[in-house]
């Protein structure tokens, strides 16, 4: 079927505000990853589900970071309290399965923007 | 911790030329899979190449080679012919094969710019 896809694309934010980004994985496959791309840097893990349980979160900066999956297929990454320094790419991956030599698929990214 | 370094921040090739993209990286696990991920401006990243540290046979994918010395803990890329379309930032990648830990680890890139 289609590839990762994420949504919005692009989002702008006052600091202070809350924001939600969307992702959707490949159909059928089991393992999502969230990653964060600062600007001229290499992506850096956040955190990653396999189906609808959050298998590691020690990449999440602070505790205003949240993701969940809650049916094992649609993943939701949400910041409170939004800070300028949040201001990155967040891109979401996935894989079929659950092993670790399975490829990781990108969807697009969000750009998130914190004025 | 394992950790990825791109020493080469931008390079530049001709078209039709040969270019060598560099990547080492620092680990004490014996087993783990490597990759070179291709992030086109403005565009999702895909997977250029992946290596098992186990396989001693370097991998290949069509133009795409890399040159994998698992004792000097070095992956380089390298691009044959390259293409307009190569233009890119080209990150290396690093996953470890144990656990339930299958995050990747990247390097923080290497701006490929391809003249024509």
């Known amino acids: 079927g289609a590839g990762v896809s994420q949504s919005p694309r692009y989002k702008v934010a006052k600091r202070g505000q809350d924001v939600a980004l969307r992702c959707d994985p490949i159909?059928?496959?089991?393992?999502l990853f969230w990653y964060q791309q600062a600007l001229g840097q290499g992506p850096e893990f956040l955190t990653y589900?396999?189906?609808?349980?959050?298998?590691?979160k020690s990449g999440l900066p602070s505790d205003r970071f949240f993701a969940e999956r809650p049916e094992g297929s649609v993943s939701t990454l949400k910041i409170q309290r939004t800070q300028q320094e949040d201001s990155a790419v967040y891109l979401c991956?996935?894989?079929?399965?659950?092993?670790?030599?399975?490829?990781?698929?990108f969807g697009p990214g969000t750009r998130l923007l914190v004025l | 911790a394992q950790t990825v370094t791109q020493s080469q921040p931008e390079m530049s090739v001709q078209e039709a030329e040969t270019v060598t993209l560099s990547c080492t990286y620092d680990?004490?696990?014996?087993?783990?899979?490597l990759f070179w991920y291709k992030q086109p401006p403005s565009r999702q990243m895909i997977l250029v190449i992946r290596?098992?540290?186990?396989?001693?046979q370097n991998a290949t994918e069509n133009r795409f080679s890399v040159n994998f010395q698992k004792a000097a803990k070095s992956f380089s890329l390298k691009i044959s012919d390259s293409q307009l379309g190569d233009a890119a930032m080209y990150f290396c990648?690093?996953?470890?094969?144990?656990?339930?830990?299958?995050?990747?680890?990247f390097g923080k890139g290497t701006k490929l710019s391809v003249k024509p």
């Open positions: 680990t004490s696990e014996s087993d783990y899979y």
């Open positions: 991956a996935s894989s079929l399965g659950q092993g670790n030599q399975e490829t990781q698929y």
């Open positions: 990648a690093y996953k470890g094969y144990g656990g339930s830990q299958g995050n990747l680890i």
């Open positions: 290596q098992e540290a186990y396989k001693q």
């Open positions: 589900f396999q189906n609808e349980a959050q298998l590691d």
């Open positions: 159909s059928g496959h089991v393992s």
